[in-house]
């Protein structure tokens, strides 16, 4: 049974992804699979439902949008985006990035894209200790300019081993290469100036 903020996130972001435009037919084919899940699970943004939940991510950009802010985490062992669980206080999956966003960077704020640019789905086990999947709509975001054009300053959260700008053109090693260097890609495209 979902509590009624929940129920108001999953509606929000049953609409949300019903009005999303996805960039190819392979993330539509993942858009209508979340909206499955969403109609079959009341609770599906909730972390407690075990079969898996929405989760929230967003990738962040510098204002020039050449550097990418990512985190080392501490479970997976590879840089990923920022993000995670969405929670009670939480009224949309972008607020969710966002919140996210702001505790794990230590950014004073961000400018975020107007919708999702890419969906992933992953095996994990979260918080709740046993496997489930993540349903991830993940956002892109801009991080404020700094006075000199230097990289925003960061600061490392506890949900985190390591934080660190990187060059977009010179990831790191350990990265999700099977779902990251596309998120960047997309981020970018969707960030552009029209």
Known sequence: MSTPGSAALHAEATAALTAWSAPNPNQDSIRHAYLAFLAAAESGCERACEAGHLTASVIVFNAELTHVLLTLHPRVGKWLQLGGHCEPEDTTLQAAALREGLEESGLPSLTMSTGPVQLHTH?????LGVPTRHLDVRFAAVADPTSDGS????????ESTDLA????????????????????????AALRPT
């Open 151 to 158: 990289l925003p300053e960061i600061v490392i959260s506890d």
């Open 165 to 188: 700008w990187w060059p977009v053109d010179a990831l790191p090693e350990k990265i999700d290469a099977e779902s990251v260097p596309s998120l960047i890609e997309m981020g970018r």
């Open 123 to 127: 095996p994990i086990t979260c918080s």
